[in-house]
């Protein structure tokens, strides 16, 4: 079975940064797309930041020049690099991979999530 773990969240105050990990762990033939979700309390889960297996990412507008995804994929480990934080960024964070484990199709894995709370 395939496992991702987050870690790197906190509490932190308006204005700083947090750096998110995220290590996909168990049988793996090869990881496609990995991307950051999160979802505020009352809000839908949205997708924040994502990369491709090649390094092309993409960002929501609103996190755009503040929030940086990266990946080791000797590591199996996507990063969530979050500067500038604000209190509207509060959320659980959740790590998402698409992993080719045991058949031909890759499958969607979810980490359990992390809590980032930024206070004002």
């Known amino acids: 079975q395939v496992q991702l773990v987050e870690s790197g969240g906190g509490l932190v105050q308006a204005g700083g940064s947090l750096r998110l990990s995220c290590a996909a762990s168990?049988?793996?033939?090869?990881?496609?797309?990995m991307g950051w979700y999160r979802q505020a309390p009352g809000k839908q889960r949205e997708l924040v930041a994502g990369?491709?297996?090649?390094?092309?990412?993409n960002y929501v507008d609103s996190v755009k020049g503040r929030f940086t995804i990266s990946r080791d994929n000797a590591k199996n480990t996507v990063y969530l690099q979050m500067n500038s934080l604000k209190p509207e960024d509060t959320a659980v964070y959740y790590c998402?991979?698409?992993?080719?484990?045991?058949?031909?199709?890759?499958?969607?894995?979810w980490g359990k999530g992390t809590l980032v709370t930024v206070s004002s």
């Open positions: 998402n991979a698409n992993i080719i484990s045991g058949g031909v199709n890759g499958m969607d894995f």
């Open positions: 168990g049988r793996i033939f090869r990881i496609n797309a």
């Open positions: 990369i491709t297996s090649g390094g092309s990412t």
